[in-house]
């Protein structure tokens, strides 16, 4: 008979297996099972989202890729000297890669929401997986990946990032934002890799910034690591020698902003949403007040925002302080402050927004948000009397964030389902009564739902257009509806939505 196979623990010497097989135990002591389950535990609970349709400006994307041929599409997407709505052109925002991405899921995908849903869901995934690979790498401590990971992923304010297919910029650019900066640690770590892991960080950085500009702040991110992080003599790390690896960064950069900058200078008004004033202070604390209570973070309007400086200034004088603490700790001193001056930068393009910025918009800085967090967290744990208590209250904090904010989740993404649905409805019974529709036709609308008519009827159109091309779209009442029907011309169709309430 053999003897039971026996397993080392350290400081504990070994004991004997149970009756499960000894590829489970490794598989559970692994750190890489936990993140494993957190990525389970993001997809169950954003899977209701898979069901939802289209969404606000969903409808300007993907008819803007319907209009042109795809080629010509491409062409113009680079050309930022077409200064038309921003759906068609740049408008003010040079987001090549993310119209041409629209535009391939157009190709593959046509009208069935489902993948462009997948593709948002499976983004998010892989960057949390990023996140808690740079935590891990920065901190050398997998628990504080594993929380860096659950917060970032499940911050109830990024529910509308993951739900809304016209997000995927937020989405594309944190993620060639993050491989950036994990390539860039891979690269600083030597070996015959090092050039390959340098080039997919340039690139990746470039892309980023051609998906959204929000991205260029990670560029900080590489000079804190280069210089807080990076092993070595920082005298030698000074030298202009080694700052000539940061030169193609700078170059990566310097090209979206020339663009944004020749655009917003051949048109003013697009630059008037911009301004440095004391807005500033207020969306930066709106922000940290929902990073902190991150219950109430859903996204809110511009008057909400403004009532919510009060509440933020309280938050942020008392979480900011003890956010430092850390930094007394000198084997955390140095994780921390690369993550603080990471999330600093990274508030950088949202804070001028004059009108108020939504929770939603800062997708970008969660990523340094959540490692600012999990390291705050992990050292009170860790300074706690009682390793096991501490750790238990630890686990019992984290569960119960994750259910909150899970609940918020799902309250979002049921939310915005009420809309989508009512919008698919409406389009599935008018494509019944009017299977086709010349071009010239004038579409009289009576009872088209909220969910297309939020900012008067550029929805509704732009949705019609997405199955009938570029018919004339009007929303009528019932009176004016039965005029129209009296004297009917031969170009005009009335349709009166059976969900009209």
């Not at 389950?37 to 898979?50: E, K, N, R, S």
């Not at 068609?88 to 993310?98: E, T, V």
């Not at 990746?204 to 051609?210: E, G, Q, T």
């Not at 009512?422 to 389009?427: E, L, N, V, Y």
Request: charged letters at 15%; glycine letters at 6%.
């Amino acid at each position: 008979m053999e003897p039971p196979i026996a397993l080392s623990y350290p400081g504990r010497g070994s004991m004997e297996r149970p009756g499960l097989p000894a590829v489970a135990y490794t598989i559970a002591r692994s750190p890489y099972f936990p993140l494993a389950l957190i990525l389970a535990l993001i997809f169950l609970v954003y899977a209701p989202v898979l069901n939802d349709w289209f969404k606000s400006d969903d409808f300007f994307y993907l008819r803007a890729a319907q209009v042109k041929a795809p080629s010509q599409y491409v062409i113009e997407a680079f050309d930022f000297r077409d200064t038309s709505a921003a759906a068609d052109g740049p408008g003010g925002h040079y987001r090549p890669l993310y119209t041409i991405s629209i535009l391939a899921e157009g190709e593959l995908f046509g009208l069935n929401a489902l993948p462009y849903h997948l593709v948002n869901l499976l983004i998010h995934l892989a960057n949390a997986t990023l996140v808690w690979l740079i935590a891990r790498k920065v901190t050398q401590r997998p628990l504080i990946a594993h929380v860096a990971a659950l917060v970032f992923a499940l911050h109830p304010s990024y529910a509308m990032v993951v739900g809304w297919i016209s997000e995927l910029s937020a989405l594309a650019a944190t993620l060639g934002a993050l491989v950036c900066l994990w390539a860039f640690m891979k690269a600083l770590d030597g070996g015959a890799r090092s050039r390959l892991w340098y080039l997919v960080s340039v690139t990746s950085y470039l892309a980023a910034l051609l998906y959204h500009p929000k991205a260029a702040p990670v560029l900080v991110a590489l000079v804190a690591y280069y210089l807080l992080m990076h092993h070595g003599n920082l005298r030698e790390r000074l030298t202009l020698r080694a700052g000539l690896g940061l030169l193609p960064y700078v170059a990566a950069f310097s090209l979206p902003m020339f663009v944004i900058y020749w655009l917003r200078g051949q048109n003013p008004e697009l630059g008037s949403s911009l301004a440095y004033g004391p807005h500033i202070y207020e969306n930066s604390l709106h922000y940290l007040r929902i990073a902190v209570l991150p219950l109430q973070a859903l996204d809110s309007s511009a008057a909400v925002v403004t009532g919510t400086l009060a509440s933020g200034l309280v938050v942020t004088s008392l979480s900011w302080p003890v956010g430092l603490w850390p930094l007394i700790d000198v084997r955390k001193r140095a994780a921390h402050l690369f993550a603080l001056f990471w999330f600093l930068a990274s508030l950088g393009p949202i804070i001028t927004f004059v009108w108020g910025a939504y929770p939603r918009q800062f997708y970008n800085s969660g990523p340094a948000l959540a490692l600012v967090v999990s390291i705050f967290f992990v050292a009170i744990v860790d300074r706690l009397p009682f390793p096991r208590l501490s750790r238990t209250a630890g686990a019992a904090v984290l569960v119960v964030f994750a259910v909150l904010a899970t609940q918020q989740i799902l309250d979002t993404e049921r939310s915005q389902e009420v809309g989508a649905a009512q919008s698919r409805d409406f389009i599935e019974e008018l494509r019944q009564t009017y299977p086709t529709l010349p071009e010239e036709t004038t579409l009289y609308v009576v009872g088209a739902p909220f969910s297309l008519r939020i900012f008067g009827d550029v929805y509704l159109v732009k949705a019609v257009s997405l199955y009938y091309g570029d018919i004339r779209v009007e929303p009528v009442s019932q009176t004016q509806a039965r005029e129209i029907e009296q004297s009917p011309q031969p170009d005009e169709r009335v349709f009166r939505y059976s969900g009209y309430d």
